[in-house]
């Protein structure tokens, strides 16, 4: 969607998030992400903020509210929420500003060690779920897999691009907009596309998977599940909103559930 600007947003709406933040002295777009209106850091008295946000009532509104209920109940990898601001028709998040760069995920990065903690770090946080309404799992890829594959007491993030992974001092996790319960070891089957997409053999990314337990434990039958049903889904997605982007992510899906197939039939004749 088009990014908006600090200086698009009402007189009204910025005078409101002055009187959370303090003086804002610049506001700096931030061009990457895919489903805000606005995103920025803001330079205040009391040191920088990134906000986001839009329309209440647009087609994300639910995307941000979702975020702002999550937060207090996520671990410190995730920014702290700060602030929000509801107000002539706007809805903006303000959070802790976190400088860092988007992690590697090519073959051989050093960036892949620390994003293996973080994975096994959050499964032992969030689960059991935190008391908070969530959307489970099973509903959302209702009619594409099983339930019982994937249904679990973990709180996922389920939205394993790259791009919301921060690393500077440390690795972060952002944008916790469309947050699920489910099995533990689904995020890192998440990340394991992301691997294959970044050129990764899908034997490889699945070793790497292998470090974080909840993966680790996983039955082989969901994970081959969770990976056909991702394939279906891309294929769908990319029939009914066709985009460049979608084709990468399905054709490195394609080729996890090829190797799964292939991987399945050694097995029986074995």
Known sequence: MPR???????????????????????????????????????????????????????PTGW?????????????DVAPRLRWTVESSGWLLLGFDHVAGRHPDLAPGSPDLVPLAALLTG?????????????????????GLIAPELVDGDSLLHTDMTPRNFLLGDRLHLVDWSSPA??????????????????????????????????????????????????????ERKQRTVPAPHHGPILDAARRWAAYRARHRAHTRRA
């Open 122 to 142: 959050l499964t032992g946080t969030l689960t059991p779920c935190p008391p908070v309404p969530v959307q489970r799992f099973t509903a959302r890829w209702h």
């Open 63 to 75: 995307l941000y509210r979702n975020e702002a209920r999550i937060n207090p109940w996520l671990p």
């Open 4 to 58: 908006r600007h600090w200086e698009q947003i009402p007189d009204e709406v910025r005078r409101e998030v002055a009187r959370h933040s303090g003086p804002i002295r610049s506001a700096v777009t931030v061009a990457s992400g895919a489903s805000c209106d606005l995103a920025v850091v803001l330079d205040t008295a009391t040191g920088p903020v990134f906000c986001k946000g839009g329309e209440a009532d647009g």
């Open 181 to 234: 319960v489910g099995a533990a070891w689904i995020d890192a089957a998440f990340v394991v596309v992301r691997l294959v997409r970044a050129g990764h053999e899908p034997t490889d990314a699945e070793s790497w998977a292998r470090r974080i337990p909840a993966y680790a434990e996983a039955h082989e039958r969901a994970v081959t599940a969770f990976v056909d049903a991702f394939v279906r889904l891309r």
